[in-house]
Nanobody, 112 residues
Framework: QVQLVESGGGLVQSGGSLRLSCVAS????????TSWHRQAPGKQHELVAS???????YYADSMKGRVTIWRDTALNTMYLQMNNLKPEDTATYYC??????WGQGTQVTVSS
């Protein structure tokens, strides 16, 4: 089983940016589709972005144009760059692999 650790969350003003990181305990990003999700209180769990081993990306409509997902297989790390953040982006952000391993999450809070 792989361990995933997210970091990079924080408090940012509306319009600001954050870069989230997800470090895996072994190299999964070259061979597995991995993704970023978010969960806000009272809202449904949402898939934010995903990336396949071949580099094909998917972005949720709610964040398309404002986020970029990529990974550095040499560092066993996946990233999510988020720009022009909005208060409705406030949530706990998680990374996951196709085997449904999850990290502990990193909190993103966007103030208006």
């Amino acid at each position: 089983q792989v361990q995933l650790v997210e970091s990079g969350g924080g408090l940012v003003q509306s319009g600001g940016s954050l870069r989230l990181s997800c470090v895996a305990s072994r190299n999964i990003f070259a061979s597995d589709t991995t993704s970023w999700h978010r969960q806000a209180p009272g809202k449904q769990h949402e898939l934010v972005a995903s990336i396949t081993p071949g580099g094909t990306t998917y972005y949720a409509d709610s964040m398309k144009g404002r986020v970029t997902i990529w990974r550095d297989t040499a560092l066993n790390t996946m990233y999510l760059q988020m720009n022009n953040l909005k208060p409705e982006d406030t949530a706990t952000y998680y990374c996951s692999d196709s085997s449904r391993n999850w990290g502990q999450g990193t909190q993103v809070t966007v103030s208006s």
